[in-house]
């Protein structure tokens, strides 16, 4: 495709379901990375891949956050157990390498009742 | 502990130019200024970046003050379509591209 895709683009879960949601980077990209944007905050980082390894997840705010890309290119975020304060924008971006431009994708909102 | 203050909002009417400002008063010599927007309902994309020197490019250019604790965008003929939240983050280089701290950026808004 074109730029980073991400599905479903909203999503209502009720409080204590489990949720996944589902980043398809741009081809060939080695670097993927997701965020949390809440209501009228700037994105939050969560954590990142390079390839299928999970380099860093000093964002992700609980144990309940899990996120995984097992072949290096898919990836999927997934948080057990939703509360309330887990409503939020999820973000997606990817990076050819490390060090060049990361491109965002439209996001995930994900509201919890 | 946010790295970059900016103004919460600023109008700006269409066809003049938008100039953005940002502090960074503790830059570190080996970080960057990175300005990023996001349109509603999408999400971020880069605009520019720079070290020390004024930077230009078809999007916007890049003012940074000699000793480096400032920062302004410069949207030279502004459009309906820059109607955004603007986000001015520092970098170091050598960290991950995508790991980036945003903060709350500034809502520009473009009028008629």
């Known amino acids: 495709g074109a730029g980073v895709s991400q599905s479903p683009r909203y999503k209502v879960a009720k409080r204590g379901q489990d949720v996944a949601l589902r980043c398809d980077p741009i081809s060939g990209h080695v670097s993927l990375f997701w965020y949390q944007q809440a209501l009228g905050q700037g994105p939050e980082f969560l954590t990142y891949?390079?390839?299928?390894?999970?380099?860093?997840k000093s964002g992700l705010p609980s144990d309940r956050f899990f996120a995984e890309r097992p072949e290096g290119s898919v990836s999927t975020l997934k948080i057990q157990r939703t509360q309330q304060e887990d409503s939020a924008v999820y973000l997606c971006?990817?990076?050819?390498?490390?060090?060049?431009?990361?491109?965002f994708g439209q996001g995930t909102r994900l509201t919890v009742v | 502990d946010a790295k970059t203050t900016q103004p919460p909002s600023m109008d700006c009417a269409e066809g003049r130019a938008a100039n953005l400002p940002c502090n960074h008063s503790?830059?570190?010599?080996?970080?960057?200024v990175y300005w990023y927007r996001q349109i509603h309902s999408q999400g971020p994309q880069y605009i520019i970046h720079g070290l020390k020197n004024n930077e230009t490019n078809e999007m916007a250019s890049l003012i940074i003050t000699e000793d480096r604790k400032s920062s302004t965008l410069i949207l030279p003929h502004a459009t309906l379509r820059d109607t955004a939240v603007y986000y001015c983050i520092v970098r170091v280089a050598t960290d991950s591209w995508g790991k980036l701290q945003f903060g709350a950026g500034t809502q520009v808004v473009v009028t008629p």
């Open positions: 503790t830059i570190s010599g080996n970080e960057y």
């Open positions: 971006a990817s990076s050819y390498q490390p060090g060049t431009e990361a491109f």
């Open positions: 891949f390079q390839n299928e390894a999970q380099l860093d």
